[in-house]
């Protein structure tokens, strides 16, 4: 072989560095520079019936999140084009459901990072319930516990996937690829 060829190993080699070196940019830059504002549509599982939405919460990581943002009123009677819907698939086992619904209105949807009024908070939540809640693998990959499931959507309500290879580099202050 001519020494300016270079082996199939080597020419792998240096993809696989150069491809490393890409991923590691972008996470670089995903963590440091986009917005990771994300949302958490939050599932209970009922043992009589099954997964219902406990909420949808604005997070700003997996662990903080916004709370009461701007003053909201609850008013009962705009939700009538979807109160069939919400008793079914939102309701509380531990308080009266309409004090219930109030709470997570003012707690969690006067943060929405998408501007919503009362009426579209509480039919996003029932769209986004309504496209997974018979996709038990999916519920399932997102689970907490045996009672809670945690599915995180992007601002623009797109399921996120964990990329779990990449999970290293969150933790880390500089991104170093794996290959040196």
């Given at each position: 072989?001519?020494?300016?060829?270079?082996?199939?190993?080597?020419?792998?080699?240096?993809?696989v560095?150069?491809t490393?070196?890409?991923?590691?940019?972008y996470?670089?830059?995903?963590?440091t520079?986009?917005?990771?504002?994300?949302?958490?549509?939050?599932?209970?599982?009922?043992?009589?019936?099954?997964?219902s939405?406990h909420?949808?919460?604005?997070?700003?990581?997996?662990?903080?999140?916004?709370?009461?943002?701007?003053?909201?009123?609850?008013?009962y009677?705009?939700l009538?084009?979807?109160?069939?819907d919400?008793?079914k698939?939102?309701?509380?086992?531990?308080?009266?459901?309409?004090?219930?619904?109030?709470?997570?209105?003012?707690?969690h949807?006067?943060?929405m990072?998408?501007?919503?009024?009362?009426l579209?908070?509480?039919?996003k939540?029932?769209?986004?319930?309504d496209?997974?809640?018979?996709n038990?693998?999916?519920i399932?990959?997102?689970k907490?516990?045996?009672?809670?499931?945690?599915?995180?959507?992007?601002?623009?309500?797109?399921?996120?996937?964990?990329?779990?290879?990449?999970i290293?580099?969150i933790?880390?202050?500089?991104?170093?690829?794996?290959?040196?």
């Amino acid at each position: 072989m001519h020494n300016s060829c270079l082996s199939f190993f080597e020419l792998v080699g240096y993809l696989v560095y150069d491809t490393v070196e890409t991923i590691n940019e972008y996470v670089g830059n995903l963590f440091t520079t986009s917005n990771t504002n994300f949302y958490y549509l939050s599932l209970i599982n009922d043992d009589k019936k099954g997964w219902s939405i406990h909420g949808l919460w604005p997070q700003y990581s997996s662990n903080s999140y916004p709370s009461f943002c701007r003053k909201v009123d609850f008013d009962y009677q705009k939700l009538s084009p979807i109160l069939g819907d919400l008793h079914k698939h939102w309701y509380s086992t531990e308080e009266p459901t309409t004090e219930f619904w109030e709470h997570e209105w003012k707690k969690h949807g006067s943060c929405m990072f998408t501007p919503m009024n009362e009426l579209q908070y509480f039919t996003k939540a029932l769209e986004l319930f309504d496209s997974i809640k018979n996709n038990n693998s999916l519920i399932d990959k997102f689970k907490k516990n045996e009672t809670q499931s945690m599915i995180p959507y992007d601002q623009d309500f797109n399921i996120i996937i964990n990329l779990a290879f990449l999970i290293i580099f969150i933790q880390k202050d500089d991104f170093l690829p794996l290959l040196s």
